[in-house]
């Protein structure tokens, strides 16, 4: 984004360094997605074919071919096959409640299992790390941490890593200074917790002329990618991308319409509830997030949480160009909708509105200068030798409205590669 445009930050590494991980970590979690279309060059298909379109969503089809616009199957980490033990989706668009079927590919399902399957990893749940702990030379020897029971306890370590993500990697940082790192630790150049990028989000939603049955299918089933390149909008630089998201966004129950299509009691809403539901058509879409100085993570001077430390607090700003962008996105989802066969908007919110922390990013980002970034393209911190961060906090920039969770998991795999061979040169 900085050579090419002129903003942001550029990644130490490139795509086709990362891509072959992409692909291994696909086939650990089980990923559906289609042949042709994807806006991500592949050196390999994915692993299972794609899941059907929805019939709401083939509304948002035929909406975006009158726009001109592509629209495919959105890849997904849910089965359209049964794989690796693991059903195939059924459908009930519930994935944001945790999925019942254990077919959605989260980490539980996933990574964890088949590590714990190694007899070489341990999973303390119910603790809180309160402190990394620094020591000479360089290193860091451990964690302080309360276990379930309240009671401190420390945790000797060769390595850290630490994934808590853009919010709570720093703050963890920076509650770790101390005698050897006065300003936090790995904050040498300042520059833990800057650049916070956050979720720049749109969502569109309205009453569809049919009765569609929009409640049921797998969220975010459908996805367009013709903005998603960084010089896709004119005269904006940075993507974004949109797709179906009735039941991403909770239309998917009689409740969510009760709540914010249908208000009212009686007869007259149940009457009106049998005219509405099952039409609701959403579309959301996500956009790219530029770095800018008043967009930071840093400790609350006052808030603390209940064991006494500093809660992290975030500074958000949107610039110009995330306004203007914003603006842009608004204006597609709308025409989208009313090309899909909408008659009446009946809601509308985006990042302007409300923060949504669902994509955020940087905040320890990685990069070949110590001076300007917090880790190296591994992911290991410039000056602590054997301290790692393996979240989005590392990332230099978000995206066009790509989700983060298969590039975490990427650069997690890539990184472990590299430990490996550190632990085999001695250097870790
Ligand atoms: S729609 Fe989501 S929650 Fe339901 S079975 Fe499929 S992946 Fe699981």
Redesign the pocket.
């Known amino acids: 984004m900085h050579s090419r445009f002129g903003v942001g930050a550029d990644w130490p590494i490139s795509y086709d360094e990362l891509e072959p991980y992409y692909g291994e970590a696909e086939r650990i979690v089980g990923v559906a997605g289609p042949a042709a279309g994807d806006s991500r060059p592949r050196s390999t298909p994915y692993l299972l074919p794609p899941h059907p379109l929805s019939y709401a969503t083939t509304k948002i089809a035929e909406g975006c071919q009158l726009q001109g616009l592509p629209f495919i199957a959105n890849a997904r980490a849910?089965l359209s096959e049964p794989y690796d033990g693991r059903p195939e989706?059924?459908?009930?668009?519930?994935?944001n409640r945790g999925?019942?079927?254990t077919?959605?590919g989260s980490a539980d399902v996933t990574f964890i299992p088949k590590a714990r399957e190694t007899g070489r990893c341990e999973i303390l749940t119910e603790c809180h790390v309160t402190r990394i702990l620094a020591g000479p030379n360089d290193r860091v020897t451990g964690v302080a941490y309360r276990d379930a029971s309240g009671t401190a306890r420390i945790a000797d370590a060769r390595s850290v890593i630490v994934a808590g993500g853009a919010v709570e990697t720093p703050r963890l940082l920076l509650n770790s200074g101390g005698e050897f790192a006065p300003d936090g630790l790995a904050n040498e150049s300042g520059h833990v917790g800057r650049h916070f990028m956050e979720t720049l989000h749109w969502t569109s939603s309205g009453l569809h002329q049919d009765h569609l049955g929009s409640h049921r299918g797998?969220?975010a089933d459908g996805i367009c990618w013709h903005y998603n390149a960084p010089d896709a909008i004119p005269g904006i630089p940075g993507g974004f991308r949109f797709g179906s998201a009735a039941r991403e966004i909770g239309f998917n129950g009689p409740v969510a319409y009760a709540r914010r299509v249908v208000p009212g009691w009686g007869r007259a809403h149940k009457a009106a509830m049998r005219d509405a539901f099952g039409r609701v058509v959403s579309i959301s879409a996500i956009g790219e997030s530029l770095p800018n100085d008043a967009s930071y993570i840093d400790l609350d001077p006052a808030e603390k949480d209940s064991l006494g430390l500093p809660k992290a607090r975030i500074h958000s700003h949107l610039g110009d160009g995330e306004l203007r962008r914003l603006a842009f996105m608004a204006q597609t989802c709308r025409e989208v909708l009313m090309a899909s066969g909408v008659v009446e908007m009946i809601e509308e919110f985006g990042a302007y509105d409300t923060f949504r922390p669902t994509h955020v990013f940087s905040t320890c980002r990685m990069g070949d200068d110590p001076a300007d970034s917090v880790v190296d393209r591994f992911g290991c911190s410039h000056r602590w030798r054997n301290l790692f961060s393996a979240d989005a906090s590392v990332f230099p920039s978000s995206g066009g409205g790509e989700s983060p969770a298969l590039t975490i998991q990427a650069l997690a795999i890539r990184m472990a590669r590299d430990l490996v061979e550190r632990a085999r040169k001695g250097t870790l």
């Open positions: 849910a989706c059924n459908y009930c668009g519930n994935c999925c019942p079927r077919d959605k797998l969220p």
